[in-house]
């Protein structure tokens, strides 16, 4: 049973910075795609970023040029790098499979808060 754990969060002003990380309990991560999802209250879960085990990267349109995802496959974890945070960036973010299509038991997942 794959285990996820997304240390990191926390609050921060707006216009500042945040490192997520995502760490399994196996070495998993060099053979899957995975991606940073988040969560805002009341809304759906939402795509953020995702790389590929070529390392090939993804995000989504409204955190384009502000975030970037990263993997080191020998530590077993995937990083999400967030710059000039915005309110609305405001979620619990979750990594998990990229595509979502048969997800690996969601972690708890770790809440962002942007504000001031």
């Known amino acids: 049973q794959v285990q996820l754990v997304e240390p990191g969060g926390g609050l921060v002003q707006p216009g500042g910075s945040l490192r997520l990380s995502c760490a399994a309990s196996?070495?998993?991560?060099?053979?899957?795609?995975v991606g940073w999802y988040r969560q805002a209250p009341g809304k759906q879960r939402e795509f953020v970023a995702a790389?590929?085990?070529?390392?090939?990267?993804n995000y989504a349109d409204s955190v384009k040029g502000r975030f970037t995802i990263s993997r080191d496959n020998v530590k077993n974890t995937v990083y999400l790098q967030m710059r000039s945070l915005k309110p609305e960036d405001t979620a619990v973010y979750y990594c998990?499979?990229?595509?979502?299509?048969?997800?690996?038991?969601w972690g708890q997942g770790t809440q962002v808060t942007v504000s001031s």
């Open positions: 790389i590929t085990t070529g390392g090939n990267t």
């Open positions: 196996g070495p998993i991560f060099s053979l899957y795609a």
């Open positions: 998990n499979k990229f595509p979502i299509t048969s997800p690996w038991p």
